[in-house]
């Protein structure tokens, strides 16, 4: 009896371990939501808006996200993935400043702010999460996949100007291309994964580092084909 | 008696894990997967549907008085969709029944102030529980077309419903907003029944 109630004291202390990035991932064994143009050789634009300037500019943002995704260096960037399938290109201008029209030509849009539990769910101002839009079935692989993709950080953490930011755009883009998160309840961590690390706020210690493991890369290859 | 400690804090980890997994199943809004029960709505990517539990392709009508001259307009343009080359491998698993696919009133319609071509929800967003519609065609009066859509645009595509999970969202439904006069351009229709189902245009 005692073994249970300290049993449920942990699994309780557990379940309340902070999940910043919307729950922990691997690798999907389906075919799962990611973005349409992944698939091809064709070039991902994405924008960039702060819904606070005050706390952090658009160009800050821009800046920041494009560096984490870009610039880094081989290894440790998506951008480049795939001999070239994931053509990440920023976008001069924040995303409202586009005309509509010329907006939707964007596969990808990355927002900063406060709080967007009314998208990612509650508590406010704590998840962040990544929401695919406009559906499209993809002849070639007998399925259905996104069109679009928006990134939502919240500045408590994936809107951070820091590695731990770097860390959670990398998992939250990980989710674009369609990584999966774990699972509660899963206890395994292998293999090491962004998508599972404690840099996201997640159990696993096996994957340290603000940038993706070579298994997430690979997982991201496989969903690509 | 290291390996002993060991052994009992494997088992202990693996009865703390299941604990988890128990209460973590029990908690409404954060399901472990998308696949916990068959019986549940699930997203399903393998299906033009998108939801688990739909079988048969449905498309709801707003306003929701049954029009016959709308009725008329519609089956035509779905007979011609229904000839896209990509049919029958993106909906082939749906039942499809010419005198039930439209349903007079969506269940909860909800039009957006100015229609945009990305990030316009047109219904209720985020459920648990998807309607039965994977389309949702908002039929639109002159003053309300050109208050929503905008005086030089007929058609317009957005999101009606979106499944939630702990990644993200995913939209299930299609919201449809057309001018009512281009229900007389069958053709027409029909491209945008298409780009709404997710086809694209031919």
């Known amino acids: ?225 | 008696m290291a390996r002993h400690s060991l052994r009992s804090l494997g088992l202990w980890l693996l009865a703390a894990a299941a604990v988890i997994t128990a209460i973590a199943l029990a908690s409404p809004g954060r399901s472990a997967t998308d696949h916990d029960h068959d019986d549940h709505p699930h997203l399903d990517l393998h299906n033009g549907l998108l939801v688990s539990t739909r079988t048969v392709l449905r498309i709801c009508v707003q306003p929701g008085d049954h029009r016959p001259a709308i009725e008329s307009s519609v089956l035509g343009a779905l007979d011609e969709v229904r000839r896209h080359p990509y049919w029958r491998a993106a909906y082939g698993r749906a039942q499809y029944a010419r005198s039930t696919v439209l349903a007079w009133g969506c269940p909860a319609p909800r039009l957006p102030e100015r229609y945009e071509p990305k990030g316009t929800v047109a219904g209720p967003g985020v459920t648990a529980e998807p309607s039965p519609y994977r389309v949702w065609l908002y039929v639109l009066d002159e003053p309300t077309a050109d208050r929503v859509l905008g005086p030089d645009r007929d058609a317009g595509t957005a999101s009606a419903e979106f499944m939630r999970d702990s990644a993200g969202a995913f939209p299930v439904s299609t919201a449809l907003l057309v001018r009512e006069r281009r229900l007389a351009d069958t053709a027409a229709l029909a491209r945008d029944l298409s780009t709404a189902l997710g086809l694209g245009t031919q």
């Open chain 1, 1 to 225: 009896m005692r073994k249970l109630t300290v049993m449920l004291a942990a699994a309780a202390v557990l379940v309340a371990i902070p999940a910043q990035a919307a729950q922990a991932s691997h690798a999907n064994p389906d075919p799962f939501k990611h973005l349409h143009n992944m698939h091809y050789q064709s070039v991902e634009q994405f924008c960039v808006q702060s819904f606070d300037t005050a706390k952090v500019s658009h160009s800050s943002a821009r800046s920041f996200v494009n560096q984490t995704l870009t610039q880094m260096g081989s290894g440790k960037v998506w951008d480049g993935l795939g001999s070239g399938r994931l053509q990440l290109h920023v976008t001069n201008n924040y995303c409202s400043a586009y005309d509509p029209t010329t907006r939707a030509t964007i596969e990808i849009e990355v927002y900063y702010g406060w709080d967007w539990s009314g998208v990612c769910g509650a508590p406010v101002g704590y998840y962040n999460c990544v929401v695919h839009d406009n559906p499209v079935f993809d002849s070639a692989r007998n399925h259905w996949d996104a069109r679009w993709a928006y990134v939502y950080l919240v500045f408590s953490s994936g809107g951070r100007l820091d590695n731990v930011g770097r860390a959670f755009i990398n998992h939250e883009f990980g989710h674009v291309w369609g990584l999966a998160d774990h699972g509660v309840g899963s206890s395994s961590c292998n293999p090491p994964s962004i998508m599972h690390s404690t840099v996201v706020s997640y159990p696993c210690t096996n994957w340290p580092y603000w940038y993706p493991s070579p298994s997430d890369f690979q997982s991201v290859l496989r969903i690509m084909e």
